[in-house]
């Protein structure tokens, strides 16, 4: 049996060998896992920074005025503290496999690391307001 050539008129196609998984993968962007690492870094320092004057603000409330709410003031820290440590951890993680996957993860990141801030200071607001309140 003869291979049909182009001189004979018949129309043929070679195969080609398809591409590698490792080609088919999207290209992951150099500056999207530097803002990732840096965003995730800051998110967990803002995280143990908040915690830090957090321990320091129970630490002083025996100095509580008469009236203020001590039990509820300690109470709000812990929650802020758990509530953060669990935001601070999931995006942090979520972000990772974001990246190994080779999307984008810089929007995960930014966003934990805004709710963690802006997390402490609704926390330290609610204290400052039980410890005040009469």
Not at 15 to 23: G, H
Not at 94 to 119: N, P, Q
Request: hydrophobic share 55%; proline share 2%; glycine share 8%.
């Amino acid at each position: 049996m003869t291979e049909p050539t182009a001189q004979s008129g018949a129309q043929y196609t070679q195969s080609q060998v398809p591409q590698t998984v490792v080609k088919q993968l999207r290209q992951r962007a150099a500056w999207d896992v530097a803002v990732s690492i840096v965003l995730i870094v800051f998110t967990n320092t803002s995280f143990v920074l908040g915690a830090i004057f957090a321990i320091f603000g129970i630490a002083f409330i025996d100095y509580c005025p008469e009236g203020c709410n001590a039990d509820s003031a300690v109470g709000i820290q812990f929650a802020t503290g758990a509530i953060l440590a669990v935001i601070a951890l999931l995006g942090s993680v979520l972000t990772i496999v974001l990246i190994v996957r080779r999307r984008r993860g810089w929007w995960l990141a930014l966003t934990s690391l805004l709710i963690v801030v802006i997390g402490w200071m609704v926390g330290f607001l609610l204290f400052a307001a039980a410890l005040n309140s009469r």
